[in-house]
C-alpha cells in the first residue's frame, strides 16, 4: 500500500485514480469557467467586476457582498483545490483497501469537502475583510486596498511570511502525504471528514497570506490567480520548495516596499 501511495501524481490516467482525477479536474475546471464568465459583458457581470474592484466603486449592499464571498469561494476551488491533488489522491489510495466503487469516491469527496470547509472559512474571512477595508476606506482613506501604503504593507506582510517557520512546517505538512496519514489516521466517515479539515488546517497555514494579496490584486484578476495558484502548487509538487518561496517572499517584499515609496 505506501508504495502505491508514495507517489501520489504516478499513475493519474489509470484505474481509480481516472475517476478521481477526473472529478477533480472537472470540478476545478467548472471554477475557472465561472471565474472567466465573470469577464463578460453582462449586466450582473459588470457589477461583480465593480465589486471586485479595489478602488472605490457603487456602495455595496448585502447582496453585493453575497456575491464577493462568492467570488473567494469559487476562487478557494479554482486555486486550492489543485495543490491538495497529490493529497486527495493518496487518501484514495488508501482508501481504496476497503472502498470500491460509489463508496471509495462518497469517502473521498467526504475528505476533500472537509479541506474545502477550511478554504470557505478563509472566503468568508477574506470577505468581510475587504468589506471592512472598502467601508473603513470611506473615513480614512489609506485603509482602501488600492492605497499604495495599504496595498504596500499587505505585499510585505505576505512575502516576510515565506520566511517564517510556521511557513516551513505547514508547508512540510504538505508536501508528504503519505507521512501526513500515517500519523494522522482516522477510520471511517467521521475520520475522512476530520482529517480533510486538518490538512486543510496546515494548507491555509501554508498558503492563507499569498491568497491575500488577491485582496490587493482584485479578486477577480484572473492573470494573479494563475501566478499565485501556480506558485502554491510549485511550492508543493516541485523540488526545492524553500527556494521557491523565498523567492516569492523577496519579490513580494520588494515590490510592497516600492509602492510604500511612491
Known amino acids: 500500500m505506501a508504495d502505491r501511495a508514495a507517489l501520489p501524481l504516478e499513475g493519474l490516467l489509470t484505474g481509480r485514480r481516472l475517476t478521481v482525477s477526473a472529478s477533480l479536474i472537472a470540478l476545478i475546471a467548472l471554477a475557472w469557467v465561472y471565474l472567466a464568465a465573470t469577464m463578460g459583458g453582462a ?21 453585493d457582498v453575497g456575491m464577493l464571498l462568492v467570488m473567494w469561494l ?8 489543485p495543490t491538495a491533488a497529490p493529497m486527495i489522491l493518496t487518501f484514495a489510495d ?8 460509489r463508496a471509495l469516491l462518497a469517502r473521498v469527496g467526504v475528505f476533500a469537502s472537509g479541506y474545502l470547509a477550511v478554504w470557505g472559512g478563509y472566503a468568508v474571512a477574506a470577505t468581510g475583510l475587504q468589506w471592512a477595508l472598502r467601508e473603513g476606506a470611506q473615513a480614512v482613506p489609506e485603509l482602501s486596498a488600492a ?9 510585505i506582510a505576505a512575502g516576510l511570511y515565506q520566511f517564517t517557520p510556521l511557513k516551513d512546517l505547514c508547508l512540510s505538512q504538505c508536501r508528504n502525504p503519505m507521512t ?5 489516521w482516522r477510520n ?24 491575500l494579496v488577491m485582496i ?9 490567480m494563475a501566478v499565485l495558484a501556480a506558485l502554491m502548487l510549485a511550492e508543493k509538487v516541485l523540488p526545492h520548495p524553500v527556494l521557491v518561496g523565498r523567492a516569492a517572499g523577496v519579490i513580494l517584499t520588494g515590490w510592497g516596499l516600492a509602492l510604500l515609496t511612491v
Not at 449586466?43 to 447582496?63: F, Y
Not at 488508501?94 to 470500491?100: H, R, V
Open 74 to 81: 469559487v476562487m478557494s476551488i479554482a486555486m486550492m483545490l
Open 216 to 224: 490587493t490584486a482584485g479578486a477577480m484578476n484572473l492573470a494573479w
Open 147 to 155: 492605497h499604495p501604503w495599504m496595498a504596500g504593507g499587505l505585499l
Open 94 to 101: 488508501i482508501s481504496a483497501t476497503k472502498l470500491d466503487g
Open 188 to 211: 471511517g466517515a467521521k475520520g475522512a471528514w476530520r482529517m480533510g479539515l486538518g490538512h486543510g488546517a496546515w494548507c491555509l497555514g501554508c498558503c492563507w497570506a499569498l491568497m
Open 180 to 184: 501526513w496519514f500515517m500519523g494522522n
Open 43 to 63: 449586466a450582473w457581470v459588470d457589477r461583480v467586476a465593480d465589486i471586485c474592484r479595489v478602488d472605490a466603486g457603487q456602495p455595496w449592499g448585502l447582496g
